[in-house]
């Protein structure tokens, strides 16, 4: 993506880790906190607003929660096309992510270069895999995620007391997939979720 004619401006928030950016920056404002990007998002005319966010820091998720809600709530921001990357699905970050008016979510991969047009393209495509309830659909509900450190979290099973550890291929391959649908602890919890 090379042009940014056919994509306008944009402002793309990247906190607490800045990104290297994949592609060309014209077109692109970037603002490397949120109090900037929300100075930003209500001093200037954007077409949208992309948020990178690095998932793992616990400590700054709320700042994305609160950002992300005076970006909905304010008048001179709300109506313009808004997306947050993750780097991977967390149920209790999209939910509230959800609860805060964002609807498109990306999520890049591990070592994979940032590329806001890329992201951007497809998100003004509607891509329904971008919607926020598509991610939360493959995430099974009873996941539960306890801080161990400012940068990782115990993930537990809320289906069988949170005595049960997750991880690995049961967690990739079932618990963020839309098979936990079929999973034994799903259909039959010992607790309520
Ligand atoms: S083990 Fe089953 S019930 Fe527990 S979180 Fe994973 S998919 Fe859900």
């Not at 930003?40 to 690095?54: K, W």
């Not at 291929?169 to 963020?176: E, G």
């Amino acid at each position: 993506m090379g042009s940014t004619a056919a994509n306008g401006n944009l402002l793309v928030c990247q906190f607490p880790q800045t990104l290297a950016l994949e592609g060309s920056t014209n077109g692109l404002t970037i603002a490397r906190s949120p109090v900037s990007c929300m100075d930003a998002a209500v001093s200037n005319a954007y077409e949208g607003i992309l948020i990178y966010f690095s998932t793992p820091q616990i400590g700054a998720r709320d700042s994305l929660i609160d950002l992300c809600a005076d970006l909905n709530k304010n008048p001179l921001s709300r109506h313009t096309h808004r997306c947050v990357s993750l780097e991977y699905r967390h149920r209790g970050l999209l939910t509230k992510l959800s609860e805060v008016g964002v609807t498109y979510v990306d999520i890049r991969l591990p070592n994979e270069a940032a590329n806001p047009w890329r992201i951007w393209e497809r998100s003004m495509a509607w891509d329904t895999i971008l919607r926020i309830e598509s991610h939360l659909s493959q995430l099974c509900p009873f996941l539960h995620y306890e801080p161990i450190s400012e940068t990782n979290e115990l993930i537990t099973c809320g289906a069988y007391r949170n005595r049960m550890v997750l991880g690995g291929t049961r967690l990739r391959d079932v618990c963020q997939t839309e098979t936990h649908l079929h999973c034994e602890y799903y259909l039959n919890p010992l607790i309520a979720k």
